[in-house]
């Protein structure tokens, strides 16, 4: 069981810079973060597989946001840049510990851009 604990939501002025930060209990061969706005479907933003060295970035933040790893590989970090208000969201952490499943949550970091 991947325990997932996310911080560094809050609010800030459009164009103005987040980070958001998750770690993870133990290792997980792919992690991601999402987020979902009331009434729309859960998007994904960006994921990290670590053993691949790979990360996927949607269109909507390429060139924006950056996903990066501690070298234990068990905290992901989310650099957000150039907020738009299009990114106010709640943001998910998501864990796939054997790269089949985004099993694991945590509980969910807002991030509201005016």
């Known amino acids: 069981h991947v325990q997932l604990v996310e911080s560094g939501g809050g609010s800030v002025q459009a164009g103005g810079s987040l980070r958001l930060s998750c770690a993870a209990s133990?290792?997980?061969?792919?992690m991601a973060w999402f987020r979902q706005t009331p009434g729309k479907e859960r998007e994904g933003v960006a994921a990290i597989h670590i053993s691949a060295r790979t990360t996927y970035y949607a269109s909507s933040v390429k060139g924006r946001f950056t996903l990066s790893r501690d070298n234990a590989n068990i905290t992901v970090y989310l650099q957000m840049n150039s907020l738009k208000p299009e990114d106010t969201a709640m943001y998910y952490c998501a864990a796939d510990p054997q790269g089949t499943d985004y099993a694991y949550w945590g509980q969910g970091t807002q991030v509201t851009v005016s």
């Open positions: 133990q290792y997980a061969v792919c």
